[in-house]
């Protein structure tokens, strides 16, 4: 197909609610996320579609990197995949609540299959991987984002 050309951003942002972003990019603070990921790819997807919707990110590959990102960053988000290396989902769970400020953290499962669709005990929220923008948007709405 010769000069076959189309741009349809302004035709998806025109069908696009607009209230699906509006309440994560209309808080008074910046959001921070972590993520926490041993698959950097994975972990760069999902930083663009959360800077999409103006949320800070910073990234770890493991769960001790990501105890002292989250010492340091104090992110309102925790995004950890649920097989980081060297540590279990449930120990990281349990790290994450015992921190200070720990509660009040929402923290959501990476899930690398499909398969998984029910969300693991003790996480906010379940993504699968690779991360889809409207999947994101419907996680962020099912939360109590300050």
């Given amino acids: 197909m010769i000069g076959v050309a189309h741009d349809v951003t302004a035709q998806r942002d025109r069908n696009a609610p607009a209230t699906r972003a509006s309440v994560v990019a209309t808080s008074a603070e910046p959001l921070k996320a972590l ?3 041993k698959d950097r790819d994975a972990a760069d997807t999902l930083a663009l579609l959360l800077e999409t919707v103006r949320i800070c990110v910073r ?4 769960g001790a990197d990501g105890m ?5 960053f104090k992110p309102q988000l925790v995004f950890v995949d649920i097989s980081i290396p060297f540590v279990d989902a ?8 015992k921190s200070p400020g720990g509660n009040a953290v929402s923290l959501l499962a990476l899930s690398p ?3 998984e669709t029910a969300c693991p005990s003790g996480f906010d929220g379940l993504l ?3 991360a ?4 994101l948007l419907d996680l ?6 300050p």
């Fill in 35 to 37: 993520v926490i990921d």
């Fill in 128 to 130: 699968t991987k690779p």
């Fill in 90 to 97: 449930i120990e990281m769970i349990h790290r994450v609540r």
């Fill in 140 to 145: 962020l709405e099912t939360l109590s984002l």
């Fill in 68 to 72: 002292s990102a989250l010492n340091e």
């Fill in 132 to 135: 889809r923008f409207e999947s």
């Fill in 59 to 62: 990234f770890a590959c493991s």
């Fill in 113 to 115: 299959s499909r398969v």
